[in-house]
C-alpha cells in the first residue's frame, strides 16, 4: 500500500489535466514523507464556487464560498470514540486503503486567487491541496504559531516541487 489521491471533478471552468494530477500526486508524496505518513488514501473533489459555498455552509454553518475544506477521517469529536485503522480484507485478499479524509478545492476560488497573488493555477492548487493535506494530519491556523508552522511545511513541499511564487 502507498500514499495515493482517489480524485473527482464536479466542475466545468477548468480542465483537470494528467499533469496537474501527477503534480499533485507529488506534493501528496512530498508532504506524506515530511510528515512520515507513507500508506494512505485522500479522497480529492474538484468543486465550482457554489458547491463549494453549499458545503462551507452545511458544515461549518459560514454562509460563503471557500477555496478548500477538509474532512479527516480519523479526526474525533467530543464524547466520539477514538478511530483506530487496523487494515482489512477486501474479501479478494487485497487491502483496504487507510483513507485519511476528503479535500474539496473550489477551483473558481482557486483560480480567483492565483490570478490576485500574481502566481500560476498550478501553484494555487498545489498550495490548497498541501494546505487541505496538513488539515487532515491535524495541522490548524487558529493562532499565530501554528499559522506559522502550517505555512512553514507548505512552503517546503511546494518548494521541493518547483512551485515558487
Known sequence: MSLAIVWNNEQEEHPISDE???LLENILQKAGQMEGIDEGEVDLTFVNNER???LNMEYRGIDRPTDVLSFAMNETGEDEPEIIYVSQDNGEG???PYVLGDIIIS???AQEQ???YG???ERELGFLFVHGFLHLLGYDHQDEASEAEM???Q???LVQVGLTR
Request: no cysteine; net charge negative.
Open 20 to 22: 496537474l494530477i501527477t
Open 52 to 54: 463549494i459555498h453549499e
Open 94 to 96: 487485497e487491502d483496504v
Open 107 to 109: 477551483v473558481t476560488r
Open 114 to 116: 492565483a490570478l490576485e
Open 119 to 121: 502566481h500560476s493555477l
Open 151 to 153: 505555512m512553514s511545511k
Open 155 to 157: 512552503e517546503q513541499v
